[in-house]
């Protein structure tokens, strides 16, 4: 029997542009995903679920060289399909408790390498943001094919998030940014530098807890999600009701499409407006980061 942990996430800036090679800042959050093993006959899970997650975990089982079946029980409140890493941290908990099961130690890194495999199998093409940010606490600057680096935040960090209720299917929505890319190479390159100045600038923010300024930049991100056609009327919606009741600065985060947006706010003091404001039918809650 083994067990483990992952944890969801929030990407504040960069994403799809980093599939694209910029950078991206993220940040795990504390809500947890918690996975159990035990050998069986057969590989199966304890929830209703499509066969990719079971390709998936066979993928993950089997870069630890782990070939046996195994009973896999879940839990976790996390939304799938909701932009906060679903996939990420059940690949990252499952490679923990296969780890568990095999008797190894990894550090988060080998964690993650081993969790990417999984991602691989439900995204086509991840950029390895979610899998690294689920592996640890914190915030990173993150850029595909280098290491991660913290960032050491001015200020703590409070948003909060909104889940429309529809989810994103992240491996369309990621073959859609590429076909911008292919049809208008030109426009794309251009928005593409913009998007790597505004997220180095961000990073720059988060360090002197410059919060009036990294709001004015998600709402700067989130032009740039709407131009390569990620955002949906639902995100729209809950984006304009978090600027109504003063918010800092919102967008979309992770693949859009529907999922979840995220709204900087000043602190705790200042969520209240914006938790009465939202509909009921929508899954809403604040998290600190840092």
Not at 9 to 37: M, R
Not at 130 to 147: H, M, P, W
Not at 263 to 272: E, R
């Amino acid at each position: 029997m083994g067990k483990g942990v992952g944890f969801a996430k929030t990407i504040l800036f960069g994403e799809h542009f980093v599939v694209q090679g910029s950078h991206a800042i993220g940040a795990s959050l504390s809500k947890e995903f918690s996975v159990k093993i035990t050998p069986s006959d057969t590989l199966n899970l304890n929830i209703e679920t499509g066969q990719i997650v079971l390709d998936a975990s066979r993928a993950i089982l089997d870069s630890l060289n782990l070939t046996g079946n195994y009973s896999i029980e879940v839990e976790t409140d996390i939304p799938s399909g909701a932009g906060m890493g679903w996939s990420a941290a059940y690949s990252v908990a499952l490679v923990r408790a296969a780890a568990q099961e095999k008797g190894v130690e990894l550090d988060w890194k080998e964690v993650a390498k081993h969790a990417y495999e999984g991602e691989k199998v439900f995204h086509g093409n991840p950029s390895g943001i979610d899998n690294t940010l689920a592996s640890r606490k914190g915030a990173i600057l993150f850029k595909r094919g280098e290491d991660p680096s913290a960032i050491e935040l001015g200020v703590p960090i409070t948003i909060v998030i909104a889940y429309t209720g529809k989810k994103g299917y992240t491996k369309d929505l990621v073959a859609g940014v590429a076909r911008v890319k292919e049809e208008k190479p030109e426009f794309f390159a251009d928005l593409l530098k913009k998007e790597e100045d505004l997220v180095m600038e961000a990073k720059y923010s988060l360090e002197q807890g410059d919060l009036d300024r990294l709001g004015a930049l998600m709402d700067q991100n989130q032009e740039h999600l709407r131009q390569v056609g990620v955002s949906s009327p639902e995100l729209e919606e809950l984006i304009s009701i978090f600027k109504d009741e003063g918010a800092l600065g919102a967008k979309l985060t992770g693949s859009g499409g529907g999922g979840c947006a995220i709204a900087l706010v000043k602190s705790k003091n200042d969520t209240s407006a914006i938790l009465q404001r939202i509909d009921k039918k929508y899954l809403i809650f604040e998290a600190q980061i840092g």
